[in-house]
């Protein structure tokens, strides 16, 4: 199948400069579809435990995490490719389309099941929301100039990080809002929003129409699901099937076949693959797509365990959490717009992915000497030093990468790097709770040898002034009568536990024999599946009973830190080999406008310093691409 990639414009170059005013009007529109994506990401992750009690499929709401993120990853690089297929405009605008319907779906769902399937609906639009954004940025601004804007799409990231809980807090604690149940209206609020959307885009993005031919990759399109749709799976689920197990050993094989069959695809189809590996032959979209991946690991990474620390250490709830975010999205703000600015004056960008990732790096370390009794101030510097690191990267890497293709990848260019940086921040959220709550055990049970943090818990555990209380009854039947009753059954009968010497020469007698070895306690092993499931009894609980699992979640976390600086310090190391090519002057509308308007050939992606096919003509019949009036693509 054949359809039109080589796009037309008016005249030169010149012809095709947006004002200030129409620059906005388009950001806005994209914004609001990017608004989608991001505030869905938060709010659904807020209310999924109502909405799984709700449905009756508490055991199932992995799936609904699963299929969105499947999803939306695989549609990606396919609706970036269409986009230079078939023109930006459409595609966004059915990308949003189809996440609306989705959204509808789901505000219907009768099952955890239905939901899955609904959610996966909306991956298929979620997975051009962010890229296609992007693209468009990169169709209508020359990169010197993209990186002034890219504040407004990072203040849509920052706003969705900290309303998403809020709202989504909000609709799930709400039994009915206009004879609806409040946990539908996480999926239904995407209907004016999205309307908003479609009205701003269809209303004011128009880009020149798109002529000449490209051959539509549908082998490269099933095989880049047949790699990730089990790689993806067996990320998600693991961690409960077991890494070993028999089918996660099937989807490792599947996914193997998949990436194999996919890079002999993708070689044969050169220019016109789904991802052309010639854009690889670039040096700097090679190594900007690795530190992508990295960048990926580390940021999806923090922004999942650091709110896990805040709501289960620092016993904030997830709205709490949602606002202490803020410090991460204030680093993250200032850094980057900053580093637009002086981009855009400068027109260099080399320094900023050497100092992001070092600031991440120096963030990531910070982090590694969290404590259970840290006040919260100090984990709210950490994070803002993790979003200090990150705003130097993420729109830096994408602007490098779309500064070395030829604006015919545009799209596909953008999607890859949107694509990989996902691959990473899913890599990242398995391999980083893998680590998590396999360490989990192991502290925990340290913990409970310790005898600073376990002496002050026995102590309250065997007082009945205190075990007694309201509060305490989730952890004193979740955790502490197991370790308790045998110790009071094996009491002598004049022992009173009422009172406090008694009770600590008890204590005493208990600890000495647990950090000789001579009982573990059951504490850890509790512990590890309250931890898995209900941890409300960490949020009521007093301070000595908790303390344990405190710490031995905490250090946890360091563990966690420590794997994800080991991520980002290769990436640090990396971001020294990243050849800074000089910014181009001119968008892509302009680029393609006086190509045509010269009659000049195609430049084969990445520049220069690829070894390229040979330079072909706009038009397959070798016309020279002809002078069109602007369409609506």
Same mark, same amino acid.
């Given at each position: 199948?054949?359809?039109?990639?080589?796009?037309?414009? *008016?005249?030169?170059?010149?012809?095709?400069?947006?004002?200030?005013?129409?620059?906005?009007?388009? #950001?806005?529109?994209?914004?609001? @579809?990017?608004?989608?994506?991001?505030?869905?990401?938060?709010?659904? /992750?807020?209310?999924?435990?109502?909405?799984?009690?709700?449905?009756? /499929?508490?055991?199932?709401?992995?799936?609904?995490?699963?299929?969105?993120?499947?999803?939306?990853? =695989?549609?990606?690089?396919?609706?970036?490719?269409?986009?230079?297929?078939?023109?930006?405009?459409?595609?966004?605008?059915?990308?949003?389309?189809?996440?609306?319907?989705?959204?509808?779906?789901?505000?219907?769902?009768?099952?955890?099941?239905?939901?899955?399937?609904?959610?996966?609906?909306?991956?298929?639009? !979620?997975?051009?929301? %962010?890229?296609?954004?992007?693209?468009?940025?990169?169709?209508?601004?020359?990169? $010197?100039?993209?990186?002034?804007?890219?504040?407004?799409?990072?203040?849509?990231?920052?706003?969705?990080?900290?309303?998403?809980?809020?709202?989504?807090?909000?609709?799930?604690?709400?039994?009915?809002?206009?004879?609806?149940?409040?946990?539908?209206?996480?999926?239904?609020?995407?209907?004016?929003?999205?309307?908003?959307?479609?009205?701003?885009?269809? $209303?004011?993005?128009?880009?020149?129409?798109?002529?000449?031919?490209?051959?539509?990759?549908?082998?490269?399109?099933?095989?880049?699901?047949?790699?990730?749709?089990?790689?993806?799976?067996?990320?998600?689920?693991?961690?409960?099937?077991?890494?070993?197990?028999? @089918?996660?050993?099937?989807?490792?094989?599947?996914?193997?076949?998949?990436?194999?069959?996919?890079?002999?695809?993708?070689?044969?189809?050169?220019?016109?693959?789904? #991802?052309?590996?010639?854009?690889?032959?670039?040096?700097?979209?090679?190594?900007?797509?690795?530190? /992508?991946?990295?960048?990926?690991?580390?940021?999806?990474?923090?922004?999942?365990?650091?709110?896990?620390?805040?709501?289960?250490?620092?016993?904030?709830?997830?709205?709490? *959490?949602?606002?202490?975010?803020? +410090?991460?999205? !204030?680093?993250?703000? #200032?850094?980057?717009?900053?580093?637009?600015?002086? #981009?855009? $004056?400068?027109?260099?960008?080399?320094?900023?992915?050497?100092?992001?990732?070092?600031?991440?790096?120096?963030?990531?370390?910070?982090?590694?000497?969290?404590?259970?009794? $840290?006040?919260?101030?100090?984990?709210?510097?950490?994070?803002?030093? =993790?979003?200090?690191?990150?705003?130097?990267?993420?729109?830096?890497?994408?602007?490098?990468?779309?500064?070395?293709?030829?604006?015919?990848? %545009?799209?596909?260019?953008?999607?890859?790097?949107?694509?990989?940086?996902?691959?990473?921040?899913?890599?990242?959220?398995?391999?980083?709770?893998?680590?998590?709550?396999?360490?989990?055990?192991?502290?925990?049970?340290?913990?409970?040898?310790?005898?600073?943090?376990?002496?002050?818990?026995?102590?309250?555990?065997?007082?009945?002034?205190?075990? *007694?209380?309201?509060?305490?009854?989730?952890? %004193?039947?979740?955790?502490?009568?197991?370790?308790?009753?045998?110790?009071? +059954?094996?009491?002598?009968?004049?022992?009173?536990?009422?009172?406090?010497?008694?009770?600590?020469?008890?204590?005493?007698?208990?600890?000495?024999?647990?950090?000789?070895?001579?009982?573990?306690?059951?504490?850890?092993?509790?512990?590890?599946?309250?931890?898995?499931?209900?941890?409300?009894?960490?949020?009521?609980?007093?301070?000595?009973?908790?303390?344990?699992?405190?710490?031995?979640?905490?250090?946890? %976390?360091?563990?966690?830190?420590?794997?994800?600086?080991?991520?980002? +310090?290769?990436?640090?190391?990396?971001?020294?080999?990243?050849?800074?090519?000089?910014?181009?002057?001119?968008?892509?509308?302009?680029?393609?406008?006086?190509?045509?308007?010269?009659?000049?050939?195609?430049?084969?992606?990445?520049?220069?310093?690829?070894?390229?096919?040979?330079?072909?003509?706009?038009?397959?019949?070798?016309?020279?691409?002809?002078? &069109?009036?602007?369409?609506? &693509?």
């Amino acid at each position: 199948m054949t359809t039109t990639n080589a796009p037309s414009a *008016s005249g030169t170059g010149a012809g095709v400069v947006m004002t200030h005013r129409q620059i906005l009007f388009i #950001i806005f529109g994209l914004m609001s @579809g990017m608004f989608l994506a991001s505030l869905d990401q938060t709010i659904v /992750g807020t209310a999924i435990r109502t909405i799984s009690d709700d449905l009756h /499929g508490l055991s199932e709401q992995a799936w609904v995490t699963t299929a969105y993120l499947i999803t939306s990853t =695989i549609s990606t690089p396919i609706l970036g490719k269409l986009s230079d297929i078939y023109g930006r405009r459409p595609i966004f605008l059915t990308a949003i389309g189809i996440f609306l319907v989705g959204s509808l779906l789901a505000g219907t769902a009768w099952s955890m099941y239905s939901l899955a399937v609904f959610r996966a609906v909306q991956g298929i639009g !979620a997975g051009g929301l %962010m890229s296609l954004a992007l693209t468009v940025m990169g169709d209508i601004l020359a990169p $010197r100039e993209r990186a002034k804007y890219q504040g407004y799409f990072l203040a849509v990231f920052g706003t969705s990080s900290v309303i998403g809980p809020l709202v989504g807090g909000l609709f799930a604690g709400t039994p009915e809002i206009l004879g609806i149940a409040g946990w539908r209206w996480v999926f239904l609020i995407n209907l004016p929003i999205g309307v908003f959307s479609l009205f701003m885009v269809s $209303r004011f993005l128009h880009l020149p129409k798109r002529h000449g031919s490209a051959v539509i990759d549908w082998f490269g399109a099933v095989f880049v699901i047949l790699a990730l749709v089990p790689g993806l799976v067996v990320a998600e689920q693991g961690r409960t099937w077991g890494w070993t197990s028999w @089918g996660a050993w099937l989807c490792y094989g599947l996914a193997a076949i998949g990436v194999v069959a996919f890079i002999i695809t993708e070689r044969r189809m050169k220019s016109n693959a789904l #991802i052309p590996l010639m854009l690889f032959k670039n040096r700097t979209f090679a190594v900007a797509t690795i530190l /992508g991946v990295l960048v990926g690991f580390g940021m999806f990474g923090a922004l999942l365990t650091v709110p896990l620390y805040l709501q289960l250490v620092q016993g904030l709830n997830p709205t709490q *959490s949602g606002f202490a975010m803020i +410090a991460m999205v !204030a680093g993250l703000m #200032i850094s980057s717009i900053m580093a637009g600015q002086l #981009i855009s $004056r400068t027109g260099k960008y080399k320094v900023f992915p050497i100092t992001g990732t070092g600031i991440l790096l120096l963030a990531f370390f910070y982090m590694t000497f969290v404590t259970a009794d $840290r006040p919260l101030w100090w984990a709210l510097i950490g994070m803002f030093g =993790i979003g200090l690191g990150l705003g130097q990267l993420m729109q830096t890497l994408t602007i490098a990468s779309q500064n070395t293709v030829d604006t015919r990848f %545009m799209g596909v260019a953008t999607s890859a790097s949107t694509f990989f940086r996902q691959i990473g921040g899913t890599v990242g959220t398995a391999v980083l709770l893998s680590v998590l709550f396999t360490r989990i055990p192991d502290t925990i049970a340290g913990a409970f040898k310790n005898p600073d943090v376990v002496k002050p818990a026995l102590d309250s555990a065997l007082n009945p002034a205190v075990s *007694s209380l309201s509060i305490n009854h989730g952890i %004193m039947t979740q955790i502490y009568d197991a370790i308790v009753k045998p110790i009071i +059954a094996a009491l002598p009968p004049q022992v009173n536990l009422a009172n406090a010497a008694q009770r600590h020469q008890v204590v005493d007698q208990v600890v000495a024999r647990i950090t000789a070895g001579g009982t573990s306690g059951s504490g850890g092993g509790s512990a590890t599946g309250a931890l898995n499931g209900d941890t409300s009894f960490l949020t009521t609980a007093t301070d000595a009973l908790k303390q344990p699992f405190l710490v031995g979640f905490s250090e946890a %976390m360091v563990t966690v830190f420590w794997v994800g600086l080991v991520v980002v +310090a290769v990436a640090f190391v990396l971001s020294w080999f990243l050849k800074a090519q000089p910014l181009r002057n001119k968008s892509a509308l302009q680029e393609a406008a006086d190509r045509a308007h010269e009659g000049g050939a195609m430049v084969a992606p990445g520049g220069p310093e690829d070894e390229a096919e040979p330079e072909r003509e706009a038009e397959p019949t070798g016309a020279r691409a002809r002078i &069109a009036e602007p369409g609506t &693509a």
